[in-house]
């Protein structure tokens, strides 16, 4: 790294940090429902919608409802996503006259987005309609990502509440956070995306002639509407196959830069909204201050891994070992390891280089970063609550490490909340390891293998990683625009959304309903440096203990044997 990357990355970290604050403040205005200078101006949409929609948004409802009225929007806008894709030849905005969307492809596709993954096992420009493009996955990327906010919302005010079981109205928040907080930034962020060359129309394909006389054909299409929310919303899903690495969506060092700071303005201002909530910010502090040091961990890894590359390119004659392979020359080999590492510490899954293509050490954060739970700084929502079940491991196992009954901003930690907090992490490993260890002895998982050795497990490994951590990047040397895949990892994803969330919002639910403490000298402080590095600590091992014989079979053998020479 030059000093230019690590100036780079002190301001990404320093925007963070001013705009975590402000933000955190404008999201308990608006999930509260008090005044904010937006609610004078669409005050009366929202209101409108309620009366449509039949909604009290001052009607609290207890987990068990929140967490239904969650699936049930889930699986109704499921089914719609599913509808389009199937009878997208029949719909308007079509010009390149695409056919339908196979069976267990439009499946994987409507429960990828309605999920926030956005895993694509096709080319966006050779097989979406612009009609499907905007109508199904770019309204999912809008209430995917407001589920995923309204969720950590709710968790929120279970740590927050005083005996009350009511963890706040859905259909309000969801109303709130798509009125007040998406729709205003994708439509700014969508302005400043086309004045840099991210393209924005509904034309016809353009047909060029090179300067060798050959044919080319330039994808058009609605971009910088969709780019917007792919990266607010922590979706990933490009309009193009090459994602973020297109010049039509991530045109210029500074769109990159944008971008890559999208990923975690909303997470980072959640974990300021529950300092605020829970009235201790002291607290909210020391998680971003654990988030944020994983994270530039990560970054200066997977830099100094790609920088140091491959001894093997020196032996084939290679001026340098630098690995640049799959890598656009405009962003080099910093400014895609970190891209990388946060769109997979923020569930994102978002792509300006081809993770398949990164050493066996880079790719290896990559992994790691999903199987932590993407709690490092994390989806649109989802990072904060799934890192509220370390918080409440990490505070019960302080309790036993003195002997006291662990207590979490005053309310105890008992035998329930642990139960269900180790659902959502024994979920989330049994649907990764499950279906890895199904796919890597079943002919139809190894058959779409296009790299054989530790590379193709890893690929294996983290196509069903990204699948349950609800990312949607991809290793991509895998051939999974096929029943046996489309189906299997569109299940994955179901497990890791709903089968997550659930359990946490159940957990938010038995501590909503309990009374707070006063703080005693028993108490453990959840805030300052050793709750940061107990924290910390929790989360590592637990990832690392969790998947570490998988990893050690996929990418840390493959890096040994790069050491070694070998190839396969």
Request: proline share 5%; aromatic share 12%; charged share 10%.
């Amino acid at each position: 790294m030059v000093a230019a990357n690590y100036l780079e990355l002190m301001l990404l970290a320093g925007l963070l940090f001013v705009t975590a604050k402000p933000l955190g403040i404008y999201l308990e205005k608006v999930f509260d429902g008090s005044p904010h200078p937006l609610n004078r101006v669409l005050g009366r949409l929202e209101n409108l919608i309620y009366r449509l929609g039949g909604i009290n948004p001052d009607e609290g409802q207890k987990w068990t409802r929140y967490a239904s009225s969650i699936m049930g929007m889930s699986l109704v806008s499921l089914f719609f996503t599913y509808a389009i894709l199937r009878l997208q030849h029949i719909l308007p905005l079509n010009p390149q006259k695409f056919g339908p969307v196979a069976p267990d492809l439009a499946w994987n596709t409507a429960v990828s987005f309605t999920t926030n993954t956005d895993w694509q096992s096709y080319g966006g420009e050779t097989t979406m309609s612009y009609f499907s493009q905007t109508v199904a996955l770019a309204f999912q990327n809008f209430i995917s990502a407001a589920v995923g906010i309204s969720a950590s919302v709710a968790v929120i005010r279970g740590l927050a509440s005083k005996a009350n079981p009511a963890l706040g109205n859905f259909w309000a928040d969801l109303v709130r956070c798509c009125l007040y907080l998406l729709l205003p930034l994708s439509i700014i962020y969508a302005l400043f995306l086309a004045s840099q060359g991210v393209i924005q129309n509904f034309n016809p394909y353009v047909v060029a002639t090179t300067l060798q006389g050959a044919k080319q054909t330039i994808a058009m299409g609605p971009v910088a509407s969709q780019e917007a929310i792919k990266m607010l919303g922590t979706n990933g899903g490009g309009f193009f196959n090459a994602n973020s690495a297109h010049p039509f969506e991530n045109p210029t060092p500074l769109t990159n830069f944008v971008e890559m700071f999208s990923f975690f303005l909303i997470p980072g201002g959640l974990v300021y909204l529950l300092g605020r909530k829970v009235k201790d910010t002291r607290h909210a502090w020391s998680v971003w201050a654990a988030m944020l040091m994983v994270f530039v961990a990560g970054v200066l890894i997977a830099s100094y891994a790609e920088n140091r590359g491959n001894p093997f390119f020196k032996q084939l004659g290679c001026s340098s070992a630098v690995n640049m392979e799959g890598k656009e020359t405009r962003f080099g080999v910093f400014e895609s390891a970190l891209f990388a590492t946060m769109t997979t510490d923020a569930s994102c899954g978002a792509v300006n280089s081809m993770h398949d293509s990164f050493t066996p050490l880079g790719g290896l954060v990559l992994l790691f970063n999903i199987h932590l739970g993407e709690v490092i700084f994390g989806g649109a929502g989802s990072g904060l609550y799934t890192m509220v079940v370390f918080i409440v491991l990490t505070v019960f196992i302080s309790g036993l490490m003195v002997g006291r009954t662990p207590e979490y901003l005053g309310k105890k930690i008992e035998g329930r909340e642990v139960k269900f907090a180790m659902i959502a992490i024994v979920v989330a490993a049994l649907s990764i390891l499950g279906f890895s260890a199904w796919a890597a002895v079943d002919p139809r998982g190894t058959g779409a293998i296009l790299n054989p050795g530790p590379h193709g497990l890893t690929e294996i490994l983290y196509a069903f990683s990204s699948a349950t951590g609800n990312n949607g990047s991809a290793f991509a040397g895998l051939s999974t625009d096929a029943w046996f895949w489309n189906i299997t990892m569109g299940i994955a994803m179901f497990l890791g959304r709903y089968f997550m969330m659930i359990p946490i919002l159940a957990l938010a639910g038995s501590l909503a309903g309990k009374n707070i403490h006063p703080e005693s000298e028993g108490s453990f402080p959840a805030y300052g440096v050793l709750f940061t590095l107990l924290l910390l600590g929790v989360i590592i091992i637990v990832g690392a203990l969790t998947f570490f014989p998988a990893i050690s079979l996929g990418p840390i053998a493959e890096h040994f044997e790069m050491l070694r020479g070998s190839t396969f």
